[in-house]
């Protein structure tokens, strides 16, 4: 790839330092990330002008959250485009273009490392703990950098151009949780969290393609999405195994409580790591209430509002095709602080017992990481995973998760996209027809935590 001088890069990327506003035109030729320059085409080789593979693009941007406007189409092909943002959250499903046709979608992202801001505690006194302790398997990943990252995929992906702007008047929702709800990095793992930010995203009518000077077309009018503020964050701070305990213990909550603002909300799963710590004072009615308990009282303390979400089912079929209960007592457990603190709940428990029991005993393994011997060229085993979702899983329990709100005539189903239609687990999609273009970033071993 050729490298451009710093004045021609300035020349091709126009960045409005003053307006705090960074546009990209990638119908123009854009470098490799680097920290100097501080944008550019990063994870896997730059695309090509003619190139139809998946490419990804980083920003170096502070922690917050960005209103992102994306331009999709090309004036010489067809386009079929895919997009994702850090480590896999779906934001844009399957966006087909014509020859010369432009979709526009704007879409609220937050970005954030390890480092903790000072805060006032809820004793009202200042707090500076240390940085967020990631697992090993965080180190480096694209979930916690200086950057954020984009992800162009599927058949034909068509970027005309994106535009980023810090967004501070977002309403940020923060997920807390396991490995049903992280943002898996690699294939083919996916859980339902890095799911949910595709059902929060405005999209505009076809547009056709822009003037010779840069202008609108004659009669067009700008798409309001790229003047429209304060949408919806979400902000996945969920790592497989953790436990309610071992989440504050890495800060997590700290990290959270430095950047909350009133009216965020905080979701919380938890129980599948739970349940299986050993000890004093262990199990459903006590470390885990307890915790639950502070993650309510830090939460409200900063004018927060928090929701409970049971824990997703294992795929455990008796003799007659029901899923048998693994949980023990924690999903009840969840119930008994939410009642008492007034807590909303999302019962996912029930929700994905009857989701599993309507695909039956064999469908059901098309919501998990079951795939045979070969499915992928990298694969050096089979996959027989029952509590790990695979991105078409994880699709269906992030729809749960948007009903369970619906049905708490949640605030937050008014940032819903204009395309969102309601589920029923009872009636799932076909697995067959559900659209998923692979990334090309992959790992065999399985997430910790069951």
């Known amino acids: ?58 920003v170096k941007v502070p922690d917050g959250n960005y209103r992102v406007s994306v331009r999709l189409g090309n004036k010489k092909r067809e386009g079929e485009t895919t997009v994702r943002a850090e480590s896999r959250r779906m934001i844009i499903e399957k966006c087909v273009t014509k020859k010369g046709e432009y979709r526009d979608f704007s879409f609220v992202i937050n970005k954030r490392c390890v480092d903790i801001p000072s805060f006032k505690g809820i004793d009202g006194k200042d707090t500076q703990p240390d940085k967020v302790r990631i697992k ?44 049903t709800v ?7 793992w996916a859980s339902w969290g890095q799911m949910f930010p595709r059902w929060f995203v405005e999209q505009s009518r076809p547009l056709p393609p822009p ?39 890495q800060n997590r909550l700290e990290k959270i409580m430095s ?20 000890g004093p004072g262990t199990g459903a009615w006590y470390h885990y209430t307890v915790a639950l308990k502070k993650f309510v009282d830090m939460v409200r303390a900063k004018k927060g509002n928090i929701i409970f979400c049971t824990p997703t089912q294992r795929r455990f079929f008796d003799a007659e095709g029901k899923i048998k209960n693994t949980h023990g007592d924690f999903p009840a457990a969840m119930k008994a602080v939410a009642e008492r603190e007034n807590v909303p709940v999302i019962d996912l428990n029930a929700e994905t017992k009857t ?96």
Request: charged share 20%; proline share 7%.
């Open 1 to 58: 790839m050729r490298i451009f001088s710093i004045l021609s890069l300035l020349v091709l990327c126009a960045v409005d330092m003053t307006a705090q506003t960074m546009s990209y035109d990638l119908t123009k030729q854009q470098p490799v990330y680097s920290e100097t320059v501080g944008y550019g085409y990063d994870v896997v080789e730059a695309p090509t002008a003619k190139s139809v593979s998946p490419f990804y693009f980083s």
């Open 136 to 179: 090993p398997g965080e180190v480096g990943s694209l979930t916690w950098d200086e950057k954020l990252t984009f992800e162009f995929n599927g058949a034909s992906p068509c970027v005309q151009s994106i535009t980023i702007e810090p967004d501070t008047t977002a309403t940020t929702v923060f997920l807390c949780g396991n490995s």
């Open 182 to 188: 992280v943002d898996q990095g690699k294939e083919p």
């Open 211 to 249: 003037s010779p000077v840069g202008r609108e077309p004659e009669g067009e009018k700008k798409s309001p999405v790229k003047e429209k503020l304060g949408g919806l964050s979400i902000a996945n701070y969920a790592e497989s195994g953790l436990t309610a305990t071992s989440f504050m213990a």
């Open 259 to 278: 950047v909350i603002k009133e009216g965020d909300y905080v979701i919380c799963e938890f129980g599948h790591n739970d349940e299986k710590e050993k």
């Open 355 to 450: 989701l599993f029991e309507a695909m039956g005993t064999e469908g059901s393994k098309h919501l998990l990481v079951h795939y045979p011997m070969g499915t992928f060229p990298w694969q050096e085993k089979k996959f027989s995973d029952n509590t790990h979702f695979n991105p078409f899983g994880a699709y269906e329990v992030s729809k749960l998760v948007v009903m369970g709100l619906k049905q708490l005539n949640s605030p937050l189903v008014k940032h819903l996209s204009s395309d969102w239609t309601d589920f029923s687990p009872s009636k799932p999609d076909d697995w067959q027809s559900f659209y998923w273009p692979l990334s090309p970033v992959y790992d065999g071993k399985k997430p910790d935590g069951n």
